[in-house]
T-cell receptor
Framework: DGGITQSPKYLFRKEGQNVTLSCEQN?????MYWYRQDPGQGLRLIYY???????QKGDIAEGYSVSREKKESFPLTVTSAQKNPTAFYLC???????????????FGPGTRLTVT | SQQGEEDPQALSIQEGENATMNCSYK?????LQWYRQNSGRGLVHLIL?????REKHSGRLRVTLDTSKKSSSLLITASRAADTASYFC??????????FGPGTRLSVLP
């Protein structure tokens, strides 16, 4: 059963704590992405990675960090420096080759993070 | 402002009617994609149209692309209650990633 998994589905944290969101894929995709979605809004790109051990900042990277030590995994850490971390976080992956924008993105089910 | 913006923001129709939503973008693109998102879920890819294509079909979906007007439309024919979702267009800001618009919320009433 191939796909992208994100865990947990719901996550609650106290302000000032770092929290790590998990994203795993078994689609053998090279590229992985993290997006943030606020209520009634579109998706904003946080970080993306085209290959293992390499990643790039997206539009709203401040207060977030990522790692890509394995092809299958792309965890996102929401640090205490992120001013407004409560949001819905979506992970995605896509094949590459000729530029990944020529391929569809496969999305995980998302993690809803609430920080109080 | 966003690279891709959908219009209208929200749309309510009766089951069986057609639904049309539009996407406008600002800079040249290589391709444009449409995605669907059911409430509280991840996005699902619907269709990709390349910049040298003008129209594409997939089941009850029809997508058009007008690069001279920098716009695309998604038509869902004979809508069903299960089509209720948010629909997003995504344009390739570069060859490496996408920019998503704010979406159109479609409600199909039984």
């Amino acid at each position: 059963d191939g796909g992208i998994t994100q865990s947990p589905k719901y996550l609650f944290r106290k302000e000032g704590q770092n929290v790590t969101l998990s994203c795993e894929q078994n689609l053998n995709h090279d590229a992985m992405y993290w997006y943030r979605q606020d209520p009634g809004q579109g998706l904003r790109l946080i970080y993306y990675s085209q290959i293992v051990n390499d990643f790039q900042k997206g539009d709203i990277a401040e207060g977030y960090s990522v790692s890509r030590e394995k092809k299958e995994s792309f965890p996102l850490t929401v640090t205490s420096a992120q001013k407004n971390p409560t949001a819905f976080y979506l992970c995605a992956s896509s094949p590459t080759g000729g530029g990944s924008s020529y391929y569809e993105q496969y999305f995980g089910p998302g993690t809803r993070l609430t920080v109080t | 402002s966003q690279q891709g913006e959908e219009d209208p923001q929200a749309l309510s129709i009766q089951e069986g009617e057609n639904a049309t939503m539009n996407c406008s973008y600002k800079t040249s693109i290589n391709n444009l994609q449409w995605y669907r998102q059911n409430s509280g879920r991840g996005l699902v890819h619907l269709i990709l149209i390349r910049s040298n294509e003008r129209e594409k079909h997939s089941g009850r979906l029809r997508v058009t692309l007008d690069t001279s007007k920098k716009s695309s439309s998604l038509l869902i024919t004979a809508s069903r209650a299960a089509d209720t979702a948010s629909y997003f267009c995504a344009t390739d800001a570069s060859r490496q990633n996408f920019v998503f618009g704010p979406g159109t919320r479609l409600s199909v009433l039984p």
